[in-house]
């Protein structure tokens, strides 16, 4: 396994192939830097004796130690504990963790590469497989680019009016393909090993060419990746954790991009094509099961924090805004480890979370993202908007007068209450607190897919047979079995 360094270095060494603000920089810009930094914690960790045994497991493949992020899930168990390892993770780094990513990708490949080849006769399993060795051995991190930059958004691929609005094959060639097109929104892509690309959508036997699921390395011949790094407010001084917390997303772009033939996961099956794009929506909301109440849990702890230094912790409205919110984070997990005991093993041997529970908890946290950014506000109150600036509490002639004014319960010191309102102030109003809340509605798709899988699998006809019981419409009524929705 790798340790922090090296993840870094290989970063480092890295051909410089990012876009940020105009120039063309490597993967040592100090502008990646908080990102790398907060993903580097699932290496880090990894060595610490108190974190091993939730973040390494054994790969089904070799019975070798590996990260959790590598693995395909082949139990329960399995899925319960990378929800709770993400849950954990995104406490400590004080935000998302970004690696979930990849490991949601390899999950969704393995099972959608099985499927082809059963039907196909194709051997995308085997290089899945091959690829998925060396991802384990080496420990690598990938992104996942799934989300094409759409074009009209009422069209398919194949109808759009530039057939490159979505990534697809531009030429077959006997020792690979060449694809051209571009994704938005894709996080990690700047600090990660591998970039996997994966259809976005359903997709019909006219949108062959853009049936497409690949990967390469994240410097490849022909990637750009114009990136936007965020982070939480400039600090200087007073030093925090979560003052560290970092993310990077980019919009990349394959300018005729040649990918060998054995990278190449599905070239042209358009309905694996549609339950790759499917599945990995599955395995990331089941991710959000995790980083969600993680997130959940961050916001609460400040909100309990703000009112208990404020003196007003044991108020009516605070515990009401503070049950709230552990409503919301525990009924999402809870979701969560439902959709993993009421999951399933595929013929490919890798174990899948239930659509239902997973959706309905991916909906819910959805739904209560912004309730949560404004009940810490309420909370917090105005200062940890206008709250000023570091330097100013270390002015000689203001800082004995700004401690003292910004002063609530005597008990408290000055220095405690205005880290807490510093850290409030990242969770309200830093560029990431921003990023945080549009990938809290949209992240893993937007709020209405989540309602078109519930749709899909949830079994509305069944609570009708019931109702038509009930009101005596009709006389027969069997309850189904709960687990199967
Ligand atoms: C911080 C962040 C990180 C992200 N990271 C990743 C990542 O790592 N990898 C990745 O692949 N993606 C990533 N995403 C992208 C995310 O999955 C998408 O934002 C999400 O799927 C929505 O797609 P979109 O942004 O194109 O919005 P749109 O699909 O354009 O949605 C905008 C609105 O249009 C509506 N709409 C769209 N199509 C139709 C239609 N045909 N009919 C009616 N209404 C429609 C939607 O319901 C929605 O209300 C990230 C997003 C964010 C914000």
Same mark, same amino acid.
């Given at each position: 396994?790798?340790?922090?360094?090296?993840?870094?270095?290989?970063?480092?060494?890295?051909?410089?192939? !990012?876009? !940020?603000?105009?120039?063309?920089?490597?993967?040592?810009?100090?502008?990646?830097? #908080?990102?790398?930094?907060?993903?580097?914690?699932?290496?880090?960790?990894?060595?610490?004796? /108190?974190?091993?045994?939730?973040?390494?497991?054994?790969?089904?493949?070799?019975? +070798?130690?590996?990260?959790?992020?590598?693995?395909?899930?082949?139990?329960?168990?399995?899925?319960?504990?990378?929800?709770?390892?993400?849950?954990? @993770?995104?406490?400590?780094?004080?935000?998302?963790?970004?690696?979930?990513?990849?490991?949601?990708? !390899?999950?969704? @490949? /393995?099972?959608?590469?099985?499927?082809?080849?059963?039907?196909?006769?194709?051997?995308?399993?085997?290089?899945?497989?091959?690829?998925?060795?060396?991802?384990?051995?080496?420990?690598?991190?990938?992104?996942?680019?799934?989300?094409?930059?759409?074009?009209?958004?009422?069209?398919?691929?194949?109808?759009?009016?530039?057939?490159?609005?979505? +990534?697809?094959?531009?030429?077959?060639?006997?020792?690979?393909? +060449?694809?051209?097109?571009?994704?938005?929104?894709?996080?990690? %892509?700047?600090?990660?090993?591998?970039?996997?690309?994966?259809?976005?959508?359903? &997709?019909?036997?006219?949108?062959?060419?853009?049936?497409? %699921?690949?990967?390469?390395?994240?410097?490849?011949?022909?990637?750009?990746?114009?990136?936007?790094?965020?982070? &939480?407010?400039?600090?200087?001084?007073?030093?925090? #954790? !979560?003052?560290?917390?970092?993310?990077?997303?980019?919009?990349?772009?394959?300018?005729?991009?040649?990918?060998?033939?054995?990278?190449?996961?599905?070239?042209?099956?358009?309905?694996?094509?549609?339950?790759?794009?499917?599945?990995?929506?599955?395995?990331?909301?089941?991710?959000?099961?995790?980083?969600? #109440?993680?997130?959940?849990?961050?916001? &609460?702890?400040? /909100?309990?924090?703000?009112?208990?230094?404020?003196?007003?912790?044991?108020?009516?409205?605070?515990?009401?805004?503070?049950?709230?919110?552990?409503?919301?984070?525990?009924?999402?997990?809870?979701?969560?480890?439902?959709?993993?005991?009421?999951?399933?093993?595929?013929?490919?041997?890798?174990?899948? #979370?239930?659509?239902?529970?997973?959706?309905?908890?991916?909906?819910?946290?959805?739904?209560?993202?912004?309730?949560?950014?404004? &009940?810490?506000?309420?909370?917090?109150?105005?200062?940890?908007?206008?709250?000023?600036? $570091?330097?100013?509490? @270390?002015?000689?002639?203001?800082?004995?007068?700004?401690?003292?004014?910004?002063?609530?319960?005597?008990?408290?010191?000055?220095?405690?209450?205005?880290?807490?309102?510093?850290?409030?102030?990242?969770?309200?109003?830093?560029?990431?607190?921003?990023?945080?809340?549009?990938?809290?509605?949209?992240?893993?798709?937007?709020?209405?897919?989540? $309602?078109? %899988?519930?749709?899909?699998?949830?079994?509305? $006809?069944?609570?009708?047979?019931?109702?038509?019981?009930?009101?005596?419409?009709?006389?027969?009524?069997?309850?189904?079995?709960? %687990?199967?929705?």
């Amino acid at each position: 396994m790798r340790s922090f360094d090296e993840y870094c270095m290989k970063m480092y060494s890295m051909k410089p192939n !990012i876009y !940020i603000d105009g120039r063309c920089v490597g993967r040592d810009d100090k502008r990646l830097a #908080p990102g790398i930094k907060t993903l580097g914690a699932t290496y880090r960790l990894a060595e610490e004796p /108190s974190w091993k045994n939730l973040i390494i497991t054994k790969s089904h493949l070799d019975g +070798v130690e590996i990260n959790r992020f590598c693995h395909v899930n082949q139990s329960m168990d399995d899925l319960l504990m990378k929800q709770k390892m993400i849950r954990l @993770l995104c406490r400590v780094v004080g935000g998302c963790i970004q690696r979930c990513m990849g490991c949601d990708a !390899i999950n969704a @490949l /393995s099972i959608a590469t099985y499927y082809a080849d059963m039907e196909y006769g194709t051997d995308y399993h085997k290089r899945f497989i091959d690829f998925l060795r060396v991802f384990q051995r080496e420990d690598l991190t990938a992104a996942c680019a799934q989300t094409d930059v759409k074009g009209h958004r009422r069209l398919r691929p194949h109808q759009q009016a530039d057939p490159d609005l979505y +990534v697809r094959v531009v030429e077959k060639r006997s020792d690979g393909i +060449v694809v051209r097109g571009a994704k938005n929104c894709i996080t990690m %892509a700047a600090y990660s090993d591998m970039i996997i690309v994966i259809p976005t959508r359903r &997709m019909t036997d006219e949108d062959r060419d853009w049936s497409v %699921a690949f990967y390469l390395p994240a410097d490849w011949k022909g990637i750009k990746l114009v990136t936007r790094a965020t982070g &939480m407010r400039p600090r200087r001084h007073f030093k925090a #954790p !979560i003052a560290e917390m970092g993310a990077a997303d980019s919009f990349i772009i394959f300018d005729d991009v040649f990918v060998p033939w054995d990278n190449v996961f599905l070239c042209g099956e358009s309905n694996y094509a549609t339950l790759l794009a499917w599945l990995f929506a599955l395995y990331h909301r089941h991710s959000y099961t995790g980083c969600k #109440p993680g997130f959940t849990d961050i916001m &609460m702890g400040a /909100s309990a924090l703000v009112a208990d230094y404020n003196g007003v912790g044991d108020a009516s409205h605070v515990r009401s805004k503070l049950a709230e919110m552990a409503s919301t984070a525990e009924l999402v997990y809870a979701a969560g480890v439902a959709s993993a005991v009421y999951g399933r093993k595929t013929d490919a041997g890798t174990y899948a #979370p239930n659509e239902v529970y997973v959706n309905v908890g991916r909906r819910h946290a959805g739904l209560h993202i912004y309730e949560e950014y404004d &009940m810490l506000a309420d909370l917090a109150g105005g200062l940890a908007a206008t709250l000023p600036y $570091e330097g100013d509490f @270390l002015n000689p002639e203001l800082a004995e007068l700004l401690n003292k004014y910004i002063k609530r319960r005597p008990e408290v010191s000055s220095e405690d209450v205005h880290r807490c309102f510093r850290m409030v102030s990242d969770l309200l109003c830093s560029a990431l607190s921003g990023v945080f809340a549009v990938a809290g509605v949209h992240g893993g798709g937007s709020p209405v897919m989540e $309602e078109i %899988a519930i749709w899909r699998s949830y079994d509305f $006809e069944e609570r009708m047979k019931l109702a038509k019981y009930l009101a005596g419409v009709e006389k027969d009524y069997l309850p189904k079995e709960l %687990a199967a929705q």
